[in-house]
C-alpha cells in the first residue's frame, strides 16, 4: 500500500555576464520588423533580472509573422566559465516536448495509421491500468490531454526507473492505484506521454527517437535538436544545468531522461525552436512552403479537451489544456502556451496565433524569472504600455513565498526528538524490501556505519541515511540536486524490522529551499523481504 496526500531569505547575487550576439535575422526572407524598437529594454531587463534571481544563463526566440524577429543569449553557459550564451546554445526544452509528441501522432492520423479517440488498447493490446473497464477505454486523447487520472509517481527531483525501458515501466504502471477518477479532471502525468510514445512506435516501426528526428527536426532544418542528452557532448554549445542548494547557485549533472523521452527530452536553440514556434503559427502546418502535417491535425493540437476550474468565473477569462498545450488569455488574446523543467534547465513558450507571434525563454537555473520576461516581450510586441514591472512582481513573491516555506521547513525540524535513538541496532534493518508499484528498495550498512539506501538497482538512486529520530532517518541523496527524503521503519509484534515507508515528494513548495515542505506527496510501504 501507499498513502497519498495533496494540499525573508535572499538568494546569493550572482552577476552573470550579460552578453551575447543579438540575431535578427528573417527566416521566411521577410525584413525583421519593428521587434528591435519594441524590445529595445529587454536587455537591461534580463541583466536586472539575472542578477537577483542568480541565473548563469538565458535565451530568447520571439518569431512573427514567419519570420525569427529576435534572438538573443544571455549570460553564460556554465558557471565559473566565460562561454556565452547565443542563440545556438542548447538548452534542455522539457516539457515542450510534449507537444511536439501529440504533432507527432497528429502526422500519423494524417497517414490513417491512427486516430485521436482511437483506444490505447488498438496498439497495445498489453497496455493495462489497475481498473479493467478503464484500461479498456483510454484514447490516445485522454493520454495527450492529461485525463487519464494517473499522476505522479516521484515528483521533479527523482525519476521513476531511470534505468528501466518504458515497457518496463508501464508493468509497474498497471497497479497504480487512480489519483482521481478517468476523465473526471486534469491530472498532469508524464507516465502517459511516455505510453503515448510507445503507442507512436507500435504504429510508425519508428522509435519515438528516430520520428522526432526524421519527421520534425530534419524537415524543419532544426540541426541542434536531438532527444538525449547521450547526444550533447562535453564540446558543443549546450547549457550547463544548474540548481540553488543550500543557498547556493551550484553546477548540477545533467540526468537522462530517455525513457520518458516522450514527455520531456528534447535539447535545442532557441534558434532551431523558432522555426518549430512558425511551423505552429500563420500557416500552420506548413514549413518553408512544404505542408508537414494537416491544417486539420496541427489545428487539433490546441484544441481544448478540459476546462479548468476558475475562481471568478464570471470575470476571469477560460483556461484549458489541449493536446500537449496549456491554454489562456493575455489581454484579450488567445495564447497556447506550455513551460517545462528538468534538472536545472527550465523553458516557457507562448504563442498568440491572432498577431502570429511566438516567444521562448530557456533558462539554465530553476526559477520563476521565466513568465516574467515572457510577459515583458508580450507588452512590447502588443504595444502595451508598461506600467508594471513584471521582474519585481514575480521576484518580490518569490522572496514572499521563500520566507514562508523557510519557516514550514524549520517548523519541521523543530519537531524533531533530541537524542533519540533507533529502536533496533542498524544492522537490523538491512535487507531487501519490496512494493508492487515502486519495485524494489535496498537498505545496506556502509563501512561509516551508517545505513545506505538504495532504490532500483540504480547507481545513481543512493542515499546515505541520517538518523532523525525514533525509527524516522532523513535520506541525503548523493547527486545533491535530488535533495533529501523522510523514510520510516515499521517494526512488528515482536520487534522486528518489517517495512520502509518511503516519502515522495511529488510538488515540493519551493526547490531552492528543500524537498520539504510540500503538500504533494505519496508514502510509499515498502514490505520487507529479508535480512541483509
Known amino acids: ?62 518569431v512573427q509573422n514567419g519570420e525569427l524577429v529576435y534572438g538573443r543569449g544571455f549570460g553564460v553557459r556554465k558557471l565559473g566559465s566565460d562561454e556565452a550564451v547565443d542563440e545556438h546554445t542548447v538548452f534542455g526544452m522539457a516539457s515542450l516536448t510534449k507537444a511536439m509528441t501529440a504533432t ?6 494524417d497517414e490513417g495509421k491512427l486516430h485521436w479517440d482511437d ?55 498497471r ?62 554549445n549546450a547549457a550547463w544545468p544548474h540548481q540553488e542548494i543550500f543557498g547556493e547557485v551550484q553546477i548540477i549533472p545533467r540526468r537522462n531522461f530517455d525513457n520518458i523521452g516522450p514527455a520531456a527530452s528534447v535539447n535545442a536553440s532557441v534558434y532551431d525552436m523558432a522555426r518549430w514556434m512558425i511551423f505552429q503559427l500563420g500557416e500552420a502546418g506548413v514549413y518553408q512552403g512544404k505542408r508537414l502535417i494537416s491544417r486539420e491535425n496541427i489545428l487539433e493540437t490546441p484544441q481544448p479537451q478540459q476546462v479548468f476550474r476558475l475562481e471568478d468565473p464570471m470575470t476571469e477569462p477560460l483556461r484549458g489544456y489541449g493536446l500537449g498545450w496549456g491554454l489562456r488569455q493575455y489581454e484579450g ?13 527550465t523553458s516557457f513558450l507562448v504563442l498568440l496565433p491572432e498577431k502570429d507571434l511566438g516567444i521562448l525563454v530557456v533558462s539554465n537555473l530553476f526559477c520563476n524569472f521565466r513568465p516574467a520576461v515572457i510577459n515583458y516581450i508580450l507588452d512590447g510586441m502588443l504595444d502595451i504600455e508598461r506600467d508594471k514591472d513584471w521582474h519585481a512582481h514575480f521576484f518580490d513573491t518569490y522572496i ?67 538518523h532523525w529520530h525514533y525509527d524516522t532517518f532523513r535520506a541525503h541523496w548523493r547527486n545533491l540536486s535530488m535533495r533529501e527524503k523522510f523514510i520510516t521503519f515499521d517494526l512488528d509484534q515482536y520487534g522486528e524490522v518489517k517495512q520502509l515507508n518511503v516519502k515522495f515528494t511529488l510538488r515540493q513548495i519551493l526547490i531552492s529551499v528543500g524537498i520539504y515542505p510540500t503538500d504533494y506527496y505519496r508514502i510509499v510501504e515498502y514490505r520487507r523481504l529479508n535480512k541483509q
Open 1 to 62: 500500500m501507499f498513502y497519498f496526500s495533496s494540499k525573508a531569505i535572499r538568494p546569493a547575487v550572482l552577476f552573470a555576464i550579460i552578453a551575447a550576439s543579438v540575431v535578427l535575422l528573417p527566416v521566411s526572407g521577410r525584413a525583421a520588423g519593428p521587434a528591435s524598437t519594441s524590445l529595445a529594454g529587454l536587455p537591461e531587463f534580463m541583466e536586472r533580472g539575472m542578477a537577483d534571481w542568480g541565473i548563469p544563463g538565458m535565451a530568447v526566440a520571439v
Open 104 to 109: 507527432a501522432l497528429g502526422m500519423l492520423v
Open 119 to 173: 483506444r490505447v488498447r488498438n496498439h497495445l493490446p498489453w497496455f493495462t491500468l489497475s481498473d479493467p473497464w478503464v484500461s479498456e477505454q483510454i484514447s490516445i486523447r485522454d493520454l495527450l490531454s492529461h485525463q487519464v487520472g494517473i499522476g505522479r509517481f516521484t515528483g521533479n527531483r527523482l525519476r521513476f526507473m531511470p534505468s528501466r525501458d518504458p515497457i518496463t515501466i508501464a508493468g509497474f504502471i
Open 175 to 236: 497497479h497504480m492505484p487512480f489519483e482521481q477518477p478517468y476523465r473526471s479532471g486534469y491530472i498532469y502525468s508524464n507516465m502517459m506521454y511516455m505510453v503515448a510514445g510507445l503507442v507512436l512506435e507500435a504504429v510508425s516501426g519508428m522509435s519515438w527517437h528516430e520520428f522526432m528526428a526524421e519527421r520534425i527536426f530534419a524537415p524543419l532544418d532544426m540541426t541542434s535538436a536531438n532527444t538525449s542528452i547521450t547526444q550533447i557532448s562535453n564540446t558543443n
Open 333 to 345: 488574446y488567445r495564447v497556447s502556451q506550455h513551460s517545462g523543467a528538468t534538472d536545472g534547465m
Open 400 to 466: 514572499e513565498d521563500k520566507a514562508r516555506a523557510m519557516e514550514r521547513r524549520a517548523a519541521i525540524e523543530g519537531h524533531r526528538t533530541e537524542n533519540t535513538s533507533p529502536s533496533r541496532p542498524l544492522e537490523a534493518y538491512t535487507g531487501d524490501y519490496h512494493h508492487i508499484v515502486y519495485d524494489n528498495a535496498k537498505i545496506t550498512l556502509g563501512e561509516d556505519g551508517r545505513l545506505i539506501m538504495q532504490l532500483w538497482d540504480d547507481e545513481e538512486m543512493i542515499a546515505d541515511l541520517e
